[in-house]
Every structure is written in C-alpha cells, then in structure tokens.
T-cell receptor
Framework: GEDVEQSLFLSVREGDSSVINCTYT??????LYWYKQEPGAGLQLLTY?????DMKQDQRLTVLLNKKDKHLSLRIADTQTGDSAIYFC???????????FGDGTTLTVKP | EPEVTQTPSHQVTQMGQEVILRCVPI?????FYWYRQILGQKVEFLVS????????KSEIFDDQFSVERPDGSNFTLKIRSTKLEDSAMYFC??????????FGSGTRLTVV
C-alpha cells in the first residue's frame, strides 16, 4: 500500500520561511493535500495540488510537487507564531476514496 | 463556509459499551469517511461510504464497527463493544468530486 513519510519536527524563527517535506511511494497518487492541525483541534485543509501540476501558490503558501522523485513540499513564507501546529501531508489516487496520511510534522515558530 | 459537524465533541464510555458518533456532512457532498487518530499518532483511515454503501474499509474496521446514513443527512459510526484501544479522536470527512476533504472537528472518545 501507499506509504507517506514526513520529518517529525521543524523549528523556525518568526519571519523566516518554513519548508515541510513529504515523500510518497505510489506514483498513481493524483491528489496531494496539506492539512494543519492545531492542538486539540480537527484537520484543516490548507491547500491541495493535482499531480498534473508542479507548483501551486496560495498567499503565503507554496506547494511544490516533484513527481519523478515523489516529493511534495509546503513552503510557508513569513512564518508567524500562529503557524505553530502539526502539518500533515496526505495523498489519494483516483481510484481509492481514502487518503493516506503522513505522520505529521510539528512546526514550532520561535519569536 | 460550509462545515462538517460532529457530535459529541467528547464522549467517555465504559469498556464494553456501545457508542454512536454522529456527523452531519456538507449537504452536496457525496463521499463520506471516518478516520481516527490515536493520541500522538498518525491519522488512520477507517471506512469510506458512497451511494449508501461501504466502498472501502481498513483492517481496523472490524465487525465491531458499523456505519450508516439513517436519515439521508446524518452519517454515523457505531462501535458495538468498545475496548480501551478504541480511545482516539474520530474524524468524519466528506467531499464531492474534484475537491479535497472537509473534516469535522472530531469526537474525542475515551474508553475507561
């Protein structure tokens, strides 16, 4: 089955850029998502990208997809303390309804 | 912005008891899911539901679990005889064609 890997922790200073990385194994993955989870809260969809795209930008968020390497990244520009949360990468193929989630990357933003 | 609503937000139950977790999907969404997240662990797929039937389920979703859409609006997850290891955050998610999931805020189930 699909395997999704993320590094577990990232710490940055306020105002810097954050880059959260994700790798996946199934090349048929078509929908690739980034979710944010604040402590004790649910999963908030931040952005998603289709596999026929290389990049998607949405305000401070930039998603880059390297299909050849099966690598997805989320860049947060001008990171703020309110961005501190766990960020989950999730992938889905066109045939399966389910998404497979990574372990989540805990982003800590220091003032 | 449309929301997926889950109730209750927190449920405490005794081991062996039945629980029903409720979800109200976004009205035009067609695909419904339950995921769970044990504290500190990754989000795990339980089951997907489409056209009034289960379309896929994981090995976690054994005979103790069931789902239904009793009245065309609610989407429920029932655990027949809860075990300690069922303690987790349970998330309902819904989507329609071409969109990502919208997750509810979750039900924290504590089995004592």
């Amino acid at each position: 089955g699909e395997d999704v890997e993320q590094s577990l922790f990232l710490s940055v200073r306020e105002g810097d850029s954050s880059v959260i990385n994700c790798t996946y194994t199934d090349s048929s993955s078509t929908y690739l998502y980034w979710y944010k989870q604040e402590p004790g809260a649910g999963l908030q969809l931040l952005t998603y990208i289709f596999s026929n795209m290389d990049m998607k930008q949405d305000q401070r968020l930039t998603v880059l997809l390297n299909k050849k390497d099966k690598h997805l990244s989320l860049r947060i520009a001008d990171t703020q303390t309110g961005d501190s949360a766990i960020y989950f990468c999730a992938v889905k193929d066109t045939n399966a309804g389910k998404s497979t989630f990574g372990d989540g990357t805990t982003l800590t933003v220091k003032p | 912005e449309p929301e997926v609503t889950q109730t209750p937000s927190h449920q405490v139950t005794q081991m062996g008891q039945e629980v029903i977790l409720r979800c109200v999907p976004i009205s035009n969404h067609l695909y419904f899911y339950w995921y769970r997240q044990i504290l500190g662990q990754k989000v795990e797929f339980l089951v997907s539901f489409y056209n009034n039937e289960i379309s896929e389920k994981s090995e976690i979703f054994d005979d103790q679990f069931s789902v239904e859409r009793p009245d065309g609006s609610n989407f429920t997850l029932k655990i027949r005889s809860t075990k300690l290891e069922d303690s987790a955050m349970y998330f309902c998610a819904t989507r329609t064609d071409g969109t990502g999931y919208t997750f509810g805020s979750g039900t924290r189930l504590t089995v004592v």
